[in-house]
């Protein structure tokens, strides 16, 4: 499985973003998909999680309301619109699958198998 993020940028706070992840070389959908971000000098954490069918999704506190991960099983891809940014969601953002057979979601980066090389999101006040 290979994972390939983009779509970071540089924007100013309050603006919104999108990003994108293409998958290869799996069977998209028996992959629960996450998003991850890691701050300079933080700990990786996680943002949000989508279940195979995109039925189910589970945020980070700090980003609901503001963030919606989503994913198109056709294209093998999976979003994260981010809307509403401030500075402090300034970090690189990584795309990750997990092959699952009953969990819907995960939180937990070390459930997570495959990742994506991380695309860097940058707020500006």
């Known amino acids: 499985v290979q994972l390939q993020a983009s779509g970071g940028g540089l924007v100013q706070a309050g603006n919104s973003l999108k990003l994108s992840c293409e998958a290869t070389g799996c069977r998209f959908t028996d992959y629960v998909l996450g998003w991850f971000r890691q701050a300079p000098g933080k700990e990786r954490e996680f943002v949000a999680s989508?279940?195979?069918?995109?039925?189910?999704?589970e945020y980070a506190d700090f980003v609901k309301n503001r963030f919606r991960i989503s994913r198109d099983n056709t294209k093998k891809a999976v979003y994260l619109q981010m809307n509403r940014l401030t500075p402090e969601d300034t970090a690189v953002y990584f795309c990750?699958?997990?092959?699952?057979?009953?969990?819907?979601?995960?939180?937990?980066?070390?459930?997570?198998?495959?990742w994506g090389q991380g695309t860097l999101v940058t707020v500006s006040s």
């Open positions: 989508i279940s195979w069918t995109g039925g189910t999704t």
């Open positions: 990750a699958a997990a092959s699952s057979d009953t969990v819907l979601v995960m939180r937990s980066s070390e459930e997570y198998e495959y």
